[in-house]
T-cell receptor
């Protein structure tokens, strides 16, 4: 079913440390995953994506890891900066759902000075 | 590239009136656009898929007669909230993708609708 978070979990990280945001998915037919960043009052912003034939993908300061065995996805942000403060969503595309992109619950990343 | 523009960014309307929200792909053509709704502190929920030149497909529980979607061109989709009620107050966000299904959606900056 749809993922709806009633209360967003919060991850607090010291500035300069690495952040790891986790996401679990349930649809084994999902074959494409995306991480989005959403700042207050704005639409989601694309960060990085990964296809199911990969288990790791790196971008600038970000890495996405995919473990299909346990249906788990993570986003690692290196050297977290104040500008990284936002809500982060994982999203998945399922081939058995007409290519729709379905969002996970979201995690708020809070940067400590 | 891949800019999606949404208008208005916020709107306040009275109960019973209708509100139209526009979503445009500025630098690419989009045969398909997606409309999401987001309540405070919650995730984005897909409302409907807007298909250029044909009827929109709605997610379960979304009333098609209340949320009218028109996708008249390859760069414009509109969502009209008809007979708005306070419970329709939400953040409405449109998106479109460049290319096929295994490419990311690009989102507009959303429309904050407040129904009084």
């Amino acid at each position: 079913g749809e993922s709806v978070g009633l209360h967003l979990p919060t991850l607090s990280v010291q500035e300069g440390d690495n952040s790891i945001i986790n996401c679990a998915y349930s649809n084994s037919a999902s074959d494409y995953f995306i991480w989005y960043k959403q700042e207050s009052g704005k639409g989601p912003q694309f960060i990085i994506d990964i296809r199911s034939n990969m288990d790791k993908r790196q971008g600038q300061r970000v890495t996405v890891l995919l473990n299909k065995t346990v249906k788990h996805l993570s986003l690692q942000i290196a050297a977290t900066q104040p500008g990284d403060s936002a809500v982060y969503f994982c999203a998945e595309r399922a081939m058995n759902r007409d290519d729709k992109i379905i969002f996970g619950k979201g995690t708020r990343l809070h940067i400590l000075p | 590239g891949a800019v999606v523009s949404q208008h208005p960014s916020w709107v306040i309307c009275k109960s019973g009136t209708s509100v139209k929200i526009e979503c445009r792909s500025l630098d690419f053509q989009a045969t398909t656009m997606f409309w999401y709704r987001q309540f405070p502190k919650q995730s984005l929920m897909l409302m409907a898929t807007s298909n250029e030149g044909s009827k929109a497909t709605y997610e379960q529980g979304v009333e098609k007669d209340k949320f009218l979607i028109n996708h008249a061109s390859l760069t414009l989709s509109t969502l009209t909230v008809t007979s708005a009620h306070p419970e329709d107050s939400s953040f409405y966000i449109c998106s479109a993708r460049v290319g096929q299904g295994n490419s990311p959606l690009h989102f507009g900056n959303g429309t904050r609708l407040t129904v009084t």
